[in-house]
């Protein structure tokens, strides 16, 4: 790996891996440099408990762009995805469930059992906000100029919006904007009645935000979701096989086929800068490795407050990185079951509903007050869990008969009041273990083993700040043209031959490759 590079990619999570392929495949010479002794980062599948594998931090949800998919080949390196329907299974403590099916129209009579207005309103809904999400989709998909930097340059980005802002219908256009801003709670009120429909439907929109339902905002994580999903509807379905580390491992193969080498276990300590130029990097073990090009594919942070010597940026830059806040909020449990958990009310139901996301969150008064204690560094008393069975799918994550449920615990925050994490991780393990029991009776007599994943775990094994899935959160002040940084949109750092690919970038957190593939077109723009 020694000698000179066109491009140095410092981190081999998806992001970093997507950029390194495509600058590879338009004939550049790149080098992938991943400080964990196997590429991935947020986006890997390791096993937990002897013969049971977990999508450890990101689940394994079908969140690629189908761009990145067919441009890279994918498929022809083992990135496969087994669709599953339903695609949420909202189980209620009182035994009432909603399904929602892919089939909308399936699931309008579902929701009907709790309101005959609302399975009225949910096709039309659907409808709206799948041409709301392809607007967000195409945003997502540009480079956005720098404000207030923007110039006839920027237009060809520009005219990826027309088709679907036709679509939607000029006059339409209002209520994207001003569904952004919105809380997530509020636009889900306008279209439904039922409580558990509205939670059922709102609550992934809070998935990747550090906010609760009734904060502004939340309604462009919604938007996101439906941009995001594939599949038309508010959050992504199907089960990519072997898990969220299947598709970095897709990832990998492709981008060494393209020509790139990828190095791990190293560690890169320093990005050098000389006259205001990135010209290689430095690793922990003092090797010196130089470049044209250098591209971060870690958070800001890292990169400005850790690998560019202090000093060099200017102060406003140190100051915007200072200032990001990173919001992490979540923790994993994964379990190894002997057996699979019987909701309330499911006796008849076959367990193939399982076989989707299971939300415990029935009312957005449930999810807001589950948010609430977050703003002063404690657990809430009951959760909000997003559950995966991906064994129902895939059994090969666990030996034949038995299970991995993996549960996404929210809001847990990263600072925390209570005491240190060593001793509050029993107590986040208790609390996942006694909420799904309230959903599903007998569920811990399932439990063989459990494995916690704190907010701190993140930012240790994982190098997520404050344990933070977006690197910085996608509240508003932090999207679009403020995202990585203000003036930082275009994928390019104020010091020549920098560029970021990295979740921290727009359009944000996701296993998308959006960020990275924009970053390889805006390099490769020159
Ligand atoms: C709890 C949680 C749940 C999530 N769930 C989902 C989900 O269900 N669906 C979804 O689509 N997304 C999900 N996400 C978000 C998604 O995982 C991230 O947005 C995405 O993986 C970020 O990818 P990345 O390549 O930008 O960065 P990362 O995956 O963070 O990769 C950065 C890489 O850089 C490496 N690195 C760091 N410092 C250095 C250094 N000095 N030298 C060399 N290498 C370094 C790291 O080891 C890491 O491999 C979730 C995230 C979390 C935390």
């Known amino acids: 790996m020694s000698g000179r590079h066109d491009v140095v990619i410092v981190g081999g999570g998806h992001n970093g891996l997507t950029t390194a392929a495509y600058l590879a495949r338009a004939g550049r010479m790149v080098l992938v440099l991943e400080k964990k002794s196997f ?38 390196f083992g990135f496969h995805v087994l669709p599953v329907d339903p695609l949420v299974f909202a189980p ?28 009225r309103s949910y096709p039309e809904f659907i409808r709206k906000m799948g041409k709301m999400g392809k607007i967000v989709s195409a945003l997502n998909h540009m480079i956005l100029p720098d404000l207030p930097d923007a110039g006839f340059k920027d237009l060809p980005e520009a005219f990826k919006l027309l088709k679907p802002l036709h679509s939607l219908r000029w006059k339409n256009v209002t209520q994207v904007m001003r569904n952004v801003p919105m809380p997530v709670a509020d636009i889900i009120s306008e279209w439904f009645e039922a409580e558990n429909v509205k939670a059922a439907i709102a609550a992934s ?28 509807l508010f959050r992504a379905g199907g089960h990519v096989k ?11 193969d492709a981008t060494r086929k393209a020509g790139a080498q990828i190095q791990t276990n190293a560690n890169v300590s320093q990005i050098i800068v000389k006259n205001g130029r990135a010209t290689g990097i430095v690793l922990a073990d003092g090797k010196t490795i130089f470049a044209n090009q250098v591209v971060s594919a870690v958070d800001m942070r890292t990169t400005y407050l850790e690998l560019v010597k202090s000093g060099i ?49 029935p009312s957005l008064n449930y999810l ?27 059994p090969s994550l666990a ?28 107590a986040l393990g208790e609390l996942a273990t006694r909420t799904i029991s309230e959903w599903a009776p007998g569920f811990n007599q399932c439990v063989q083993h459990s494995h916690i994943i704190t907010p ?15 690197h910085g959160d996608i509240t508003l002040d932090q999207s679009l043209w403020m995202r990585p940084l203000p003036g930082y949109t275009r994928y390019q750092s104020s010091l020549k031959g920098l560029y970021h690919c990295s979740a921290a970038t727009h359009p944000g957190a996701g296993i998308t490759g959006i960020n990275g593939m924009n970053a390889a077109r805006r390099i490769l723009r020159g």
């Open 368 to 394: 807001q007050k589950a948010f609430d204690p977050t703003k002063y560094g404690q657990f809430p008393e009951q959760p909000y869990i997003d559950i995966r069975i991906p064994t129902l799918n895939d």
């Open 39 to 76: 590429v991935g980062g947020a986006a890997v599948t390791e096993e937990f408990f002897p013969g049971f594998y977990a999508s450890s931090i990101a689940d394994e949800s079908n969140t690629l762009s189908p761009k990145v998919v067919t441009d890279l080949n994918l498929k022809q």
């Open 313 to 361: 940026m200017e102060k406003t830059v140190s100051t915007h990185v200072h200032n990001i806040t990173f919001g992490g909020t979540m923790a994993r449990v994964h379990y190894a079951l002997d057996g699979l958990p019987e909701f309330n009310g499911m006796s008849g139901h076959s367990q193939a509903v399982l076989k989707g996301h299971i939300q415990l969150a």
């Open 92 to 119: 209620g403590k009182d035994g009432r469930h909603l399904t929602i099916w892919h089939d909308v129209r399936r699931t309008g009579r579902e929701i009907s059992r709790y309101s005959r207005a609302d399975a």
């Open 456 to 470: 701190l775990d993140m930012e240790a094994d994982y190098h997520l700040p404050e344990g933070s899935l977006t």
């Open 242 to 252: 072997g898990g969220a580390g299947a598709v970095t491992a897709a990832l990998a």
């Open 205 to 232: 929109a809070l998935n990747h935000i550090s906010l609760g339902p009734q904060e502004s905002g939340t309604g462009y994580t919604f938007l996101q979701n439906f941009a995001h999903s594939n599949n038309g």
């Open 399 to 426: 030996p034949e008969g038995r299970h991995v449920l993996s549960a996404t615990v929210k809001y847990i925050p990263f600072h925390q009041q209570a005491g240190d994490w060593e001793t509050m991780r029993d």
